[in-house]
C-alpha cells in the first residue's frame, strides 16, 4: 500500500532535549512538508523540500530543523531551541510544489509531541 | 485579517439534514481549493478540490466564487459519519508557492 508513515505516534521531550520525528513516503512524491497543528488554529508550515538534498523554510521554522537526504525521508528535529513545542506534527507530500489543482497534499497519521 | 477564514462553529445537526459552510480568502493570486476532512486527533484528508464550475461528489458540492472570494461546501442528507472538522484550503502562487489551511469548521451531525 502507498501512503505516508510518521512515527511516533506519541513522543515526551524532556526540557533541553532534541527529539526527531519521522516521516517516510512510498508515493515517489517529490514535495515534502512539515506543518504544525495547535488547537482552534490551522496548520502551519514549518519546513517544506521540493527535491532531495534541498528545503526551505516555512512560516515557523525557528526552534526546528530538517534533512532530505533520500526522496523517501525528510526527518524533523525540534530543537531546545523551540520554547513551545506541545503540538500535533503532521508530515504531508505532494507530487511536486506548484499548486496545479491536482496536486493536493497527502498527510501522515502525525505525532504528538508533549514536553514533560 | 486572515488569509483564509472560516466559521469555526460548531455546527450541530441533524441526521438528513442539509448544511453550508463558506470559506474567505484574501489573497486574488490563489489559484487553487481544496476541502479537507479532518476527524478528532487524527490527520486532515482530502475530500474535494473546488473547481471553478462547481463540482459535485456524491452528497457533496462545492462552489467557487472568485468575485466574492469565497469557496463553499453543501453537504446533503448529513450522516453520524460526517461529524468532523472540514479545513478549507488555498494555494497562492505569488512568484512562490504557499498553501494556507483554514482553522476549521467542527460539524456534529446527530441522531
Known amino acids: 500500500d502507498g501512503g505516508i508513515t510518521q512515527s511516533p505516534k506519541y513522543l515526551f521531550r524532556k526540557e533541553g532535549q532534541n527529539v526527531t520525528l519521522s516521516c517516510e513516503q512510498n508515493l515517489n512524491h517529490d514535495a515534502m512538508y512539515w506543518y504544525r497543528q495547535d488547537p482552534g488554529q490551522g496548520l502551519r508550515l514549518i519546513y517544506y523540500?521540493?527535491?532531495?538534498?534541498?528545503?526551505q523554510k516555512g512560516d515557523i521554522a525557528e526552534g526546528y530543523s530538517v534533512s532530505r537526504e533520500k526522496k523517501e525521508s525528510f526527518p524533523l528535529t525540534v530543537t531546545s531551541a523551540q520554547k513551545n513545542p506541545t503540538a500535533f506534527y503532521l508530515c504531508?507530500?505532494?507530487?511536486?510544489?506548484?499548486?496545479?489543482?491536482?496536486?493536493?497534499?497527502?498527510f501522515g497519521p502525525g505525532t504528538r509531541l508533549l514536553v514533560l | 485579517r486572515k488569509e483564509v477564514e472560516q466559521d469555526p462553529g460548531p455546527f450541530n445537526v441533524p441526521e438528513g439534514a442539509t448544511v453550508a459552510f463558506n470559506c474567505t480568502y484574501s489573497?486574488?493570486?490563489?489559484?487553487?481549493f481544496f476541502w479537507y476532512r479532518q476527524d478528532c486527533r487524527k490527520e486532515p484528508k482530502l475530500l474535494m478540490s473546488v473547481y471553478s464550475s462547481g463540482n459535485e461528489d456524491g452528497r457533496f458540492t462545492a462552489q467557487l466564487n472568485r468575485a466574492s472570494q469565497y469557496i463553499s461546501l453543501l453537504i446533503r442528507d448529513s450522516k453520524l459519519s460526517d461529524s468532523a472538522t472540514y479545513l478549507c484550503v488555498v494555494n497562492l502562487n505569488t512568484g512562490g508557492f504557499k498553501t494556507i489551511f483554514g482553522a476549521g469548521t467542527r460539524l456534529f451531525v446527530k441522531a
Open positions: 489573497n486574488s493570486a490563489s489559484q487553487s
Open positions: 504531508a507530500s505532494s507530487i511536486s510544489r506548484s499548486g496545479r489543482p491536482q496536486e493536493t497534499q497527502y
Open positions: 523540500s521540493q527535491i532531495v538534498n534541498d528545503f
